[in-house]
């Protein structure tokens, strides 16, 4: 799905893969769209909430969200209703579980057929681990994982979801039966090998990284300080943090109230983010630009659209979030604005891994739970503004290439 952090990572690996002399199958969702240069097919979830989420994001893609997109979504939803509320009553598992599926009767009979040697399960969805956990137990095939996100949230201790426990169970599995499996931050790693010692060697840790820009942006010194952030907004990934020390910034001194300006890329303000910007006197200070699609006239695809933006941006507002799964991962969003080659402003909570990253290049870091310390970077944010002094990163991007050679080079030990 253009501008998904799982589909890129995942779709970025692609040409690497090639070039290494791999031959590729890939089964994946059909929110997407296919791949030119690999066997690719998509499947739809066999659950009938999982059916529902594929099909509006597939419709979506062919028809736009104009009248007729509405009508039929309406026709499918009264349609599977009842069932939707059937699976979660017996289940209580996200709509994607389903598509373990046929993902699991497709790769088995690939593999029996001779067709697979190696089966590499990968994403943020869970339900594509299990099926290469399926995969693996009938055939005997060996199996890789690369898990995005945590699947066990830190530190959490009883009343578990049922789905949560599912994820429990998964991830045991996986690092039971997988012939190898990493994750992309030291702290999420370390982290499974403490519930699972014996993962030993077989587990590691590895930057997902970015891949370069596909179309040059130019960044000039404006009037306003322009910060730009890019990527979802909600409740755990919120801007109120920033809000509340950017209005107190302002109440300091006398500086013109209409001096920085914040543009939001890819999602609207989460709920909190929007009564903070009406109760502290911002919302005429801050540009909604939401998802960026292709553009006909241009030719450009929403993702070379957001590049451009963020190149031509003074500062990239990154936020980590404020609770414990933080401290086992790094926002892919990161790795795209160093490529980007603008300063980053980044709220990190708990993750010594990313912040020694940011620190590296030079970037604008605080607490995201320190206001004190968010208010002292914003100052010298203004100051270097201010001076045409904003730091260029010394250290260069983290690229997919870096993490596809470190994933042969641990396999091929």
Same mark, same amino acid.
Not at 17 to 36: C, E, F, P, R
């Given at each position: 799905?253009?501008?998904?952090?799982?589909?890129?990572?995942?779709?970025? +690996?692609? /040409?690497?893969?090639? #070039?290494?002399? !791999?031959?590729?199958?890939?089964?994946?969702?059909?929110? %997407?769209? !296919?791949?030119?240069?690999? #066997?690719?097919?998509?499947?739809?979830?066999?659950?009938?909430?999982? =059916?529902?989420?594929? =099909?509006?994001?597939?419709?979506?893609?062919?028809?736009? +969200?104009?009248? #007729?997109?509405?009508?039929? &979504?309406?026709?499918?939803? !009264?349609?599977?209703? /009842? =069932?939707?509320?059937?699976?979660? *009553?017996?289940?209580?598992?996200?709509?994607?579980?389903?598509?373990?599926? /046929?993902?699991?009767?497709? %790769?088995?009979?690939?593999?029996?057929?001779?067709?697979?040697?190696?089966?590499?399960?990968?994403? *943020? #969805?869970?339900?594509?681990?299990?099926? *290469?956990?399926? &995969? +693996?137990?009938?055939?005997?095939?060996?199996?890789?994982?690369?898990?995005?996100?945590?699947?066990?949230?830190?530190?959490?201790?009883?009343?578990?979801?049922?789905?949560?426990?599912?994820?429990?169970?998964?991830e045991k599995k996986i690092c039971a039966d997988a012939d190898f499996v990493w994750w992309f931050t030291e702290g999420a790693y370390q982290s499974a090998l403490r519930r699972h010692p014996h993962l030993g060697e077989r587990g590691f840790a590895v930057l997902a990284g970015a891949e370069p820009p596909l179309i040059r942006g130019e960044h000039h010194y404006g009037d306003t300080l322009d910060i730009g952030h890019f990527g979802s907004l909600a409740a755990g990934r919120t801007l109120i943090p920033f809000l509340r020390v950017w209005s107190e910034f302002l109440r300091e001194e006398p500086r013109p109230s209409n001096a920085i300006r914040l543009h939001i890329y890819g999602s609207t303000p989460d709920e909190g983010s929007a009564q903070a910007l009406r109760e502290l006197d911002l919302v005429d200070k801050v540009v909604v630009h939401g998802r960026l699609e292709h553009n006909p006239e241009t030719g450009l695809s929403g993702r070379e659209q957001v590049m451009q933006r963020m190149q031509a941006c003074d500062v990239l507002l990154l936020l980590h979030g404020m609770d414990s799964v933080c401290a086992e991962y790094i926002p892919s969003k990161f790795y795209e604005y160093l490529w980007a080659h603008r300063p980053v402003f980044a709220l990190t909570h708990l993750n010594p891994q990313f912040d020694a990253l940011v620190e590296a290049r030079h970037g604008y870091l605080a607490p995201a739970t320190d206001p004190a310390a968010v208010l002292v970077q914003l100052r010298k944010l203004w100051s270097d503004w201010q001076n045409r002094t904003l730091p260029e990163p010394p250290l260069g991007p983290i690229s997919v290439g870096e993490a596809v050679q470190t994933i042969l080079a641990r396999l091929s030990d």
């Open positions: 799905m253009d501008g998904r952090a799982a589909s890129q990572t995942i779709t970025d +690996k692609i /040409p690497h893969l090639l #070039a290494a002399g !791999l031959g590729l199958q890939v089964l994946s969702a059909v929110t %997407g769209t !296919l791949d030119g240069r690999v #066997a690719h097919r998509q499947l739809l979830p066999w659950g009938a909430s999982g =059916f529902r989420f594929d =099909f509006r994001h597939w419709l979506r893609l062919r028809i736009g +969200k104009g009248p #007729a997109y509405r009508l039929l &979504i309406l026709a499918a939803t !009264l349609l599977l209703g /009842p =069932f939707i509320l059937l699976e979660r *009553g017996l289940l209580g598992l996200t709509s994607q579980w389903s598509w373990s599926l /046929p993902a699991a009767m497709v %790769g088995v009979w690939r593999v029996r057929r001779r067709r697979v040697d190696l089966v590499y399960s990968t994403g *943020g #969805a869970w339900s594509a681990h299990l099926a *290469g956990w399926w &995969i +693996k137990r009938l055939t005997g095939v060996p199996w890789i994982a690369e898990i995005h996100d945590p699947m066990i949230e830190p530190g959490k201790c009883g009343d578990f979801s049922r789905d949560e426990r599912a994820r429990t169970w998964l």
